[in-house]
């Protein structure tokens, strides 16, 4: 499969710039349900979508989440597509660079949709994307990728900008 390019696209279309920062959440099973636990899917989707999602509610969970329900609403191109597309206008919205050192990463963005696709096709009786996790705790666990990947590998610019295949193990 060619790698696939990422463009940078503005946030035009209804993003909004929203106040508030934070890193990702660990992968401490007593956090891993943040600031958006109590949302439903559906209203989850449409924030994502939408660009209406702080930065401080935007932690690793919720990225899971989302690719969750993608996968679910979308064929993988179109479950790809939508997250590329989203994230990065997220990103816009929330005044963070898409650029070779930060922002969207193609590679990181590809292998978790990979993992949670596989995960899936284990395990596919589930109600909701918590109720998913809560089955599949190692989603929840953000140096998973560290199995499959190098660090010089997904550090690299074009492992930020086009998808890159495992150098350690191949994914799932």
């Not at 989302?66 to 990103?91: F, P, S, T």
């Not at 809560?134 to 998973?144: A, E, G, M, R």
Request: proline share 5%; charged share 20%.
């Amino acid at each position: 499969m060619m790698p696939q390019r990422i463009m940078d696209h503005s946030a035009a279309g209804g993003a909004r710039h929203l106040e508030g920062h934070s890193e990702l959440n660990s992968s401490d099973p007593e956090n891993a349900f943040g600031p958006l636990a109590s949302v439903e899917d559906s209203e989850l989707l449409r924030r994502f979508e939408t660009q209406y999602i702080r930065r401080d509610e935007w932690t690793h969970t919720e990225h899971c989440r989302v690719a969750y329900l993608l996968i679910q609403k979308h064929d993988w191109a179109g479950a790809v597509h939508c997250m590329r597309e989203c994230i990065i206008k997220l990103n816009n919205a929330q005044g963070v660079p898409n650029s070779d050192t930060r922002g969207y990463h193609e590679t990181v963005t590809i292998a978790w949709l990979r993992l949670i696709a596989a995960a899936m096709e284990r395990n596919t009786v589930t109600r909701s994307s918590q109720e998913f996790l809560q089955s599949n705790p190692h989603l929840l666990d953000k140096t998973t990728l560290a199995q499959y990947f190098s660090q010089h590998l997904l550090s690299s610019v074009l492992a930020r900008q086009f998808f890159v295949h495992p150098d350690l193990i191949p994914l799932p």
